[in-house]
């Protein structure tokens, strides 16, 4: 890699670490921001919610806006915001300003994390190349989500917790120092011109936030309450109203024939799997150690190392791979181990901590491989000057699907479980209750991450004699 493109990946990872250190670094301090600005619980929940809804949320719009002004320019724009939202945490005095702060970070996320991965793909024309920069980037990452808990835990015990959001200061200066000097302005070839779809932006953005909501809903208010269903139904209502959209509109948000072209519906497919996969076995797993077993916290998160290793370690492993399986096959191969994580734990979880260890571990494998390799696969099969909202679907797809995997865990949980799932004794029904909750969710997850990857490889299978993206204009004529 030329020297220019180092001090470019640098910058890029920097803003992969923010958006996965940002949320995990905070978690911890979360009783003591509770304490310090009396807090409830429903606001210390949108301490870190709103980030997450406002992030996913806007992912699909400023995708779009980057590949219409420059995704440079709006990722440097991203940062000077983050670095403003940052700072603003020092003179934060209540929860509701918190929130407030939080909110716009997450609109700082959301202009850089879909242009950090369109410009390191950018950067290199040859796939191996992109391979080993994505997965640079993702290992900086996800070194960043591992090690968030333990750096807050350590920063606590001699600073405040506005430390912990402090610190995102000089990583978005490191961020656009990087870029400014490692990335070349953007080429107007690159770019289009096409008219704004306010409306399309509209939907997508309402579908996604209502999407993200929903979950929380139905694990906090319980299935049984009108919210989370009225929420979930204007989510659909949304997407319907998107897809009618974007069908109809002369210059759409988002071409959704080019989303149907194999090697970009595939990476979807499979990313989506591997979003429901890691929000569904983190959170029963914990439940598990911890309510079930009765493991302290500390032994839990001690429990979930081996997905911590594997995650990071696994990063040395990946081009390897790739170069030997081919891209393609690496990626439905890695997704097909995260399914085969998920009923090794739904099938065998109950009986030992080896089988949940088993499962981690291939969950784990798979997504390190597939986080690189569908990403991507999605911006191969893209036109040049629409991979940003191409990096924005990616991202997009595994928020949503997340937020998917919770609600249908916490659903099953609800319906199959009676009493307060949070009280320190439980009868021998309850805890018969659930394991089989806990065998229940997991199966479905698997069931419906297995119908995610047979439709992904399918559609895989129709990209080998795909014809090269066309230029927009012409991809986007009638």
């Known amino acids: 890699m030329m020297r220019a493109n180092w001090v470019a990946l640098t910058g890029l990872s920097a803003v992969f670490l923010f958006e996965m250190l940002d949320n995990s670094i905070l978690n911890v301090a979360l009783p003591t921001i509770g304490r310090e600005l009396h807090a409830s619980t429903t606001a210390l929940q949108w301490v870190t919610g709103a980030y997450a809804v406002v992030f996913g949320g806007l992912m699909l719009a400023f995708g779009a ?273 995260v399914v085969a994580g998920l009923a090794v734990y739904g099938l065998l979880g109950r009986y030992g901590y080896v089988w949940v260890a088993l499962a981690l571990v291939l969950v784990a494998a798979g997504i390190r491989v597939v986080g690189v390799v569908a990403g991507v696969n999605v911006l191969r099969g893209l036109p040049k000057s629409r991979t940003t909202i191409g990096a924005a679907l990616v991202d997009t797809a595994s928020e949503v699907t997340s937020g998917a995997g919770i609600a249908v865990t916490g659903t099953i949980l609800a319906a199959l479980f009676t009493g307060n799932i949070a009280t320190s004794a439980w009868t021998a029904a309850q805890t018969a209750q659930f394991r089989h909750a806990v065998t229940v969710a997991a199966l479905t997850l698997t069931v419906a991450a297995a119908a995610l990857v047979a439709w992904g490889y399918l559609r895989g299978r129709g990209a080998a004699g795909e014809p090269e993206p066309a230029p927009a204009a012409e991809a986007l004529a009638g």
């Open 65 to 337: 806006v980057a590949d219409r002004f420059g995704r440079r320019r709006v990722m440097i724009i991203g940062l000077a915001l983050l670095g403003v939202a940052s700072l603003a945490t020092a003179f934060v005095t209540s929860a509701e300003q918190l929130i407030a702060v939080r909110a716009v970070t997450g609109v700082a996320a959301a202009m850089t994390t879909p242009g950090s991965m369109a410009l390191a793909f950018r950067l290199f024309e040859e796939d191996s190349l992109r391979v080993r920069a994505m997965t640079l980037i993702s290992t900086v990452g996800l070194v960043g989500l591992a090690v968030g808990p333990t750096a807050g835990g350590f920063v606590l015990a001699v600073a405040p917790w506005q430390v912990l959001l402090l610190v995102n200061v000089p990583i978005a200066v490191l961020a656009a120092v990087g870029i400014r000097i490692g990335v070349a302005p953007d080429d107007p070839a690159g770019l289009h011109r096409d008219p704004a779809d306010f409306p399309g932006a509209a939907f997508g953005t309402a579908t996604v936030v209502l999407a993200l909501v929903a979950p929380t809903l139905f694990v906090h208010e319980g299935a049984g309450s009108w919210a989370p269903w009225t929420v979930a139904a204007g989510a659909l209502l949304s997407a319907v109203l998107f897809v009618v959209r974007e069908r109809s509109a002369r210059h759409p948000l988002l071409d959704l024939r080019l989303v149907a072209r194999p090697l970009v519906s595939s990476g979807l497919a499979y990313k989506a799997a591997a979003g429901l996969a890691v929000a569904g076995l983190g959170y029963l797993a914990t439940l598990q150690l911890q309510l079930d077993w009765g493991w302290s916290p500390a032994l839990a998160a001690i429990g979930l190392l081996p997905q911590v290793v594997v995650l990071i370690a696994g990063g040395a492993l990946v081009n390897p791979f790739v170069q030997r399986a081919g891209l393609d096959r690496a990626a439905w191969l890695s997704a097909a181990a």
